[in-house]
Nanobody, 122 residues
Framework: QVQLVESGGGLVQAGGSLRLSCAASGIRFTTYYMAWFRQAPGKEREFVAAIRRDGGRTFYAESVKGRFTISRDNDKNTVYLQMNSLKPEDTAVYYC???????????????WGQGTQVTVSS
Protein backbone atom coordinates (compact mmCIF):
# COMPACT_ATOMS: atom_id res chain seq x y z
CA GLN A 1 0.00 0.00 0.00
CA VAL A 2 1.47 3.29 -1.13
CA GLN A 3 1.40 6.17 1.30
CA LEU A 4 2.69 9.72 1.03
CA VAL A 5 2.25 11.57 4.31
CA GLU A 6 2.88 15.31 4.47
CA SER A 7 3.61 17.25 7.63
CA GLY A 8 4.94 20.62 8.71
CA GLY A 9 2.17 22.93 7.58
CA GLY A 10 0.76 25.65 9.78
CA LEU A 11 0.13 29.36 10.25
CA VAL A 12 3.01 31.78 9.77
CA GLN A 13 3.38 35.52 9.32
CA ALA A 14 4.48 36.99 6.02
CA GLY A 15 8.26 36.84 5.73
CA GLY A 16 8.44 33.72 7.88
CA SER A 17 9.53 30.19 7.06
CA LEU A 18 8.15 26.67 7.16
CA ARG A 19 9.59 23.29 6.28
CA LEU A 20 7.29 20.67 4.85
CA SER A 21 8.11 16.97 4.91
CA CYS A 22 6.63 14.09 2.95
CA ALA A 23 7.37 10.53 4.07
CA ALA A 24 6.84 7.83 1.46
CA SER A 25 6.16 4.16 1.99
CA GLY A 26 5.11 1.28 -0.25
CA ILE A 27 7.15 2.49 -3.23
CA ARG A 28 10.75 2.19 -4.38
CA PHE A 29 11.44 5.77 -3.47
CA THR A 30 14.65 6.09 -5.46
CA THR A 31 12.86 5.27 -8.72
CA TYR A 32 10.50 8.24 -8.48
CA TYR A 33 10.73 11.91 -9.18
CA MET A 34 9.15 13.72 -6.24
CA ALA A 35 7.22 16.95 -6.49
CA TRP A 36 5.24 19.48 -4.50
CA PHE A 37 2.04 21.03 -5.74
CA ARG A 38 -0.34 23.44 -4.06
CA GLN A 39 -3.98 24.36 -4.32
CA ALA A 40 -5.51 27.58 -3.07
CA PRO A 41 -9.28 27.91 -2.50
CA GLY A 42 -11.11 28.25 -5.79
CA LYS A 43 -7.99 27.64 -7.84
CA GLU A 44 -6.53 24.71 -9.72
CA ARG A 45 -3.72 22.65 -8.27
CA GLU A 46 -0.41 24.07 -9.45
CA PHE A 47 3.16 22.88 -9.67
CA VAL A 48 5.60 24.22 -7.06
CA ALA A 49 8.82 22.20 -7.24
CA ALA A 50 10.24 18.82 -8.23
CA ILE A 51 13.43 16.86 -7.69
CA ARG A 52 15.12 14.14 -9.68
CA ARG A 53 15.46 10.62 -8.35
CA ASP A 54 19.04 11.12 -7.18
CA GLY A 55 18.44 14.65 -5.95
CA GLY A 56 20.88 15.99 -8.51
CA ARG A 57 18.47 18.29 -10.31
CA THR A 58 15.61 20.44 -9.12
CA PHE A 59 12.83 22.37 -10.83
CA TYR A 60 10.79 25.30 -9.55
CA ALA A 61 7.79 27.38 -10.50
CA GLU A 62 8.77 30.96 -11.23
CA SER A 63 6.64 32.19 -8.35
CA VAL A 64 8.77 30.37 -5.76
CA LYS A 65 12.26 30.50 -7.27
CA GLY A 66 14.79 31.86 -4.82
CA ARG A 67 12.43 31.40 -1.85
CA PHE A 68 11.66 27.65 -1.78
CA THR A 69 14.08 24.73 -1.81
CA ILE A 70 13.17 21.13 -2.49
CA SER A 71 15.41 18.33 -1.25
CA ARG A 72 15.19 14.61 -0.59
CA ASP A 73 16.75 12.03 1.68
CA ASN A 74 16.67 8.69 -0.09
CA ASP A 75 17.78 6.86 3.05
CA LYS A 76 14.67 8.13 4.85
CA ASN A 77 12.29 7.98 1.87
CA THR A 78 11.44 11.60 2.54
CA VAL A 79 11.17 14.75 0.44
CA TYR A 80 11.26 18.24 1.93
CA LEU A 81 10.18 21.72 0.93
CA GLN A 82 11.91 24.57 2.73
CA MET A 83 9.81 27.70 2.30
CA ASN A 84 11.35 31.06 3.15
CA SER A 85 10.14 34.64 2.73
CA LEU A 86 6.58 33.42 2.69
CA LYS A 87 3.88 35.63 1.22
CA PRO A 88 0.10 35.63 1.76
CA GLU A 89 -0.28 34.37 -1.82
CA ASP A 90 1.57 31.19 -0.81
CA THR A 91 -1.45 30.22 1.28
CA ALA A 92 -2.71 26.85 0.01
CA VAL A 93 -2.92 23.16 0.71
CA TYR A 94 0.42 21.66 -0.24
CA TYR A 95 0.59 18.17 -1.70
CA CYS A 96 3.54 15.92 -2.40
CA UNK A 97 3.47 13.59 -5.37
CA UNK A 98 5.54 10.78 -6.85
CA UNK A 99 5.96 10.18 -10.58
CA UNK A 100 8.10 8.29 -13.03
CA UNK A 101 9.30 11.42 -14.81
CA UNK A 102 9.42 15.15 -14.38
CA UNK A 103 6.52 17.30 -15.53
CA UNK A 104 4.56 20.23 -14.18
CA UNK A 105 1.28 18.52 -15.01
CA UNK A 106 -0.63 16.77 -12.25
CA UNK A 107 -1.44 13.98 -14.72
CA UNK A 108 2.18 12.85 -14.72
CA UNK A 109 2.20 11.83 -11.08
CA UNK A 110 1.08 8.43 -9.90
CA UNK A 111 0.75 8.90 -6.15
CA TRP A 112 -0.39 11.78 -3.97
CA GLY A 113 -0.43 12.67 -0.32
CA GLN A 114 -3.43 14.00 1.54
CA GLY A 115 -2.07 17.53 1.75
CA THR A 116 -1.03 19.91 4.51
CA GLN A 117 -2.40 23.41 5.00
CA VAL A 118 -0.08 26.40 4.85
CA THR A 119 -1.53 29.76 5.83
CA VAL A 120 0.48 32.96 5.58
CA SER A 121 -0.94 36.00 7.34
CA SER A 122 -0.19 39.54 6.24
Amino acid sequence: QVQLVESGGGLVQAGGSLRLSCAASGIRFTTYYMAWFRQAPGKEREFVAAIRRDGGRTFYAESVKGRFTISRDNDKNTVYLQMNSLKPEDTAVYYCAAGGQFDTSIRTYDYWGQGTQVTVSS
